[in-house]
């Protein structure tokens, strides 16, 4: 019975041992961390390093043609923005005085340009031809870019599109190779602009500068930029056929001149009905008056205003050499440049009109005395030589 009692015993310390061992291991699980389980992920799910950069689209294809052998141009890639980029900020005068580039656009003012000795960096054309018409030498040193018309035709400010645009570098009147014929026409004649600001009258003006023969055209401050797109398109070549000096103040315009001068100014007034009374018409191209009175003069007038002697531009007032100030029809002529015709023994050169007929226009009065100073020039001229002969 003992023996019994002995074994029932060990059998009930058996059992209970396992069970505390089950329990201590159930409560070391229950301690444990939950383990986290990851789900596969797609590569595109998967984070980058921050090192990577991100994924770029393939570069457009760019195609390559020849217009001639050795000049190779480049065919623009569908969604190419250089032209409309180029475009805008070359038109604006901001961007030509900071970075020294032109636009210029169709056949005639690019080959022009190219024959003076501007400096091409990029041309955009449409087909092949309109290089063909261009001196290869000379495109050569530029980035030639084909274009679709429709393009050109966006951007262009011509009704009718040639479809070749230029971007220039700004000439310099100092490095240029004015043509031949032009150099052998010209005359100790030149042309200072005063405040003109209609970018069409100065193109027109600067036209009719270079087929009077004109040597120089200076440009005083307060006139537009002359390499303002309507000017280019107004000159029709002329910013390659003359000197052109912009941007002068009324101090360093003498420097511009050369020795022994005598500078004219354009004048509305018939000397004839209005002697020795002030221009009145606030559109002539003279609008400073010599009698201002006191209480309506400015800084500059309280310095006076000198008188000048005004006959008519047909009457003999062309010993060369010679200058003629054409001042703009909204402010007319600035009292600096009736000083400096004063300190020259200059004249006021005046264009009669029919009585109640408005005043011309300044690109109209400066054909007028242009082509009439050349006529006086060469009379005079062709006189010496009769008398030496």
């Not at 201002?292 to 309280?302: L, Q, R, S, W």
Request: aromatic residues 4%; contains cysteine; glycine residues 8%.
């Amino acid at each position: 019975m003992a023996a019994l009692c002995r074994a029932w015993r060990a059998l009930l310390r058996a059992r209970g041992a396992r069970g505390d061992a089950a329990g201590r291991r159930g409560v070391r699980a229950l301690r444990r961390s939950p383990v986290r389980v990851l789900q596969p992920q797609s590569p595109r799910d998967s984070p980058q390093s921050p090192a990577e950069p991100p994924p770029q689209p393939p570069p457009p294809v760019t195609e390559r043609g020849a217009a001639a052998p050795g000049l190779w141009y480049e065919k623009a890639a569908p969604g190419d923005r250089r032209l409309g980029k180029v475009v805008t900020i070359a038109k604006s005068k901001k961007f030509r005085d900071n970075h020294g580039k032109v636009l210029l656009e169709g056949h005639r003012l690019i080959k022009d340009a190219l024959e003076a000795g501007a400096v091409p960096q990029t041309l955009f054309f449409s087909t092949v031809g309109h290089l063909k018409l261009l001196p290869e030498a000379e495109i050569k040193r530029a980035s030639l870019v084909k274009v679709k018309f429709e393009d050109i035709k966006t951007w262009s400010d011509l009704i009718t599109p040639q479809g070749l645009l230029g971007i220039f570098s700004k000439p310099d009147p100092a490095k240029m190779s004015y043509p031949a014929a032009q150099l052998a026409s010209s005359l100790p004649l030149l042309l200072i602009c005063d405040n003109i600001r209609d970018p069409g009258n100065l193109g027109t003006i600067l036209r009719s500068a270079a087929g009077a023969g004109c040597e120089k055209v200076l440009l005083t401050k307060g006139c537009v930029d002359p390499w303002e797109p309507k000017v280019l398109r107004a000159g029709m070549g002329a910013h390659f056929r003359v000197p052109i000096i912009a941007n002068l103040d009324w101090e360093s315009v003498p420097t511009n001149l050369p020795a022994g001068i005598q500078v004219c100014v354009a004048d509305n007034n018939d000397p004839d009905t209005a002697a020795g009374s002030a221009p009145a018409s606030p559109k002539t191209p003279v609008k400073s008056s010599p009698k201002a009175a006191p209480e309506h003069e400015d800084e500059e007038g309280a310095a006076g205003i000198p008188e000048l002697a005004a006959q008519h531009y047909y009457e003999d007032w062309a010993r060369a050499p010679v200058a003629v100030v054409i001042g703009g029809e909204t402010h007319g002529l600035s009292p600096a440049a009736l000083r400096l015709a004063a300190s020259t023994g200059g004249k006021r050169l005046s264009i009669p009109v029919v009585p109640g007929v408005d005043s011309l226009n300044s690109a109209i009065a400066a054909g007028i005395m242009l082509f009439e100073g050349k006529r006086q020039l060469l009379w005079r001229h062709k006189a010496r030589l009769c008398c030496l002969g």
